[in-house]
């Protein structure tokens, strides 16, 4: 099993949905949870950053963490087109701060 | 400031050959990270690198090896190539050691025929 889990998806919206993409973990070790975007041919640009359980927002995304079920989730409102990619979760654990673990990533697709 | 730049962007090599990878991180950024991004198995963690010394190890074979100079420019190696190690090669260069983030760079696509 590995130690992060996401849908690969691909997920399919029309403009303007609220997407929500997940993550679960099994290493209750880790502390520090990230998305990042891909788009075709590209590196993985960071999104959002996290350390602690909750919410947080940034424009048009929310990520959210629960570390009681093991579970982080980003949310896109009014999704665009340009939103079409992929989109990473990761995750470290405190004093392995620069090994990041993620997850298989999910494919979204909005279309016009 | 410019981002994390990689050479060459794309790479075709045949089995049994070596190649090196060149990464650049973002100026002032003393840590650089590789990664191995294939369909089946994501984003890997190879190794990282501060101070010329590699600090962490991903679960990759020693065929796969790197390091990194006094500028922190970093370069990987992989010899004896093997059909498996198609892939896109990453690069991810943060600040210190424990930064809160890393940043990628477009990466190198190799291709074993």
């Known amino acids: 099993q590995k130690e992060v889990e996401q849908d690969p998806g691909p997920l399919s919206v029309p403009e303007g949905a609220i997407v929500s993409l997940n993550c679960t973990y099994s290493n209750s070790a880790f502390q520090y949870f990230m998305w990042y975007r891909q788009y075709s041919r590209k590196g993985p640009e960071l999104l959002m950053y996290t350390y602690s359980s909750g919410n947080k927002e940034d424009g048009r995304f929310t990520a959210q963490v629960d570390k009681s079920s093991k579970y982080i989730s980003l949310f896109i409102r009014d999704s665009q087109p340009s939103d079409s990619a992929t989109y990473l979760c990761?995750?470290?654990?405190?004093?392995?701060?620069?090994?990041?673990?993620f997850g298989t990533g999910t494919r979204l697709q909005v279309f016009p | 400031k410019a981002g994390v730049t990689q050479t060459p962007r794309y790479l075709i090599k045949t089995r049994g050959q070596q190649v090196t990878l060149s990464c650049s991180p973002i100026?002032?950024?003393?840590?650089v990270s590789w990664y191995q991004q294939t369909p089946g198995q994501g984003l890997q963690f190879l190794f990282e690198?501060?101070?010329?010394?590699?600090?962490n190890k991903g679960n990759f074979p020693g065929r796969f090896s790197g390091r990194q100079f006094s500028n922190s420019r970093s370069e990987m190696n992989v010899s004896t190539l093997e059909l498996g190690d198609s892939a896109l090669y990453l690069c991810a260069s943060s600040p210190d050691r424990g930064s809160d983030t890393q940043y990628f760079g477009p990466g190198t696509r190799l291709t074993v025929l």
């Open positions: 990761a995750m470290t654990a405190p004093l392995n701060t620069d090994k990041l673990i």
């Open positions: 100026s002032g950024h003393r840590s």
């Open positions: 690198y501060f101070s010329e010394t590699q600090r």
